[in-house]
């Protein structure tokens, strides 16, 4: 499966952003999603997660309230709803795709990445 993620973007303290992925390739139904991010210097840390059905999400606690993962399988699109951001967010966001549902937070478990998208905090 090819992903592509989008929607990144320079926003004050306190604004919203929203993530799309778009997937093409394989039937994009039949995979769980997540949002990774990687900030400059740091390890890639895992976001959020959905399920394939999109009836199971599962968040960072850092992000938890804040951000909401949805997906919309007829559009073959995982969206990243984020609001109420912080200078702390400020990161590269990337959608990966795994079909296993164990382990999610593990950046192991997924084996296709989009590109990423720049999302910028300013405070």
């Known amino acids: 499966v090819q992903l592509q993620a989008s929607g990144g973007g320079l926003v004050q303290a306190g604004g919203s952003l929203r993530l799309s992925c778009a997937a093409s390739?394989?039937?994009?139904?039949?995979?769980?999603m997540g949002w990774f991010r990687q900030a400059p210097g740091k390890e890639r840390e895992f976001v959020a997660t959905i399920i394939w059905s999109g009836g199971l999400t599962y968040y960072a606690d850092s992000v938890k309230g804040r951000f909401t993962i949805s997906r919309d399988n007829a559009k073959n699109t995982v969206y990243l709803q984020m609001n109420n951001l912080k200078p702390e967010d400020t990161a590269v966001y990337y959608c990966?795709?795994?079909?296993?549902?164990?382990?999610?937070?593990?950046?192991?478990?997924?084996?296709?990445w989009g590109q990423g998208t720049q999302v910028t905090v300013s405070s």
């Open positions: 990966a795709a795994s079909p296993r549902t164990s382990s999610y937070m593990s950046v192991r478990t997924y084996g296709y």
């Open positions: 390739g394989r039937t994009f139904s039949a995979y769980n």
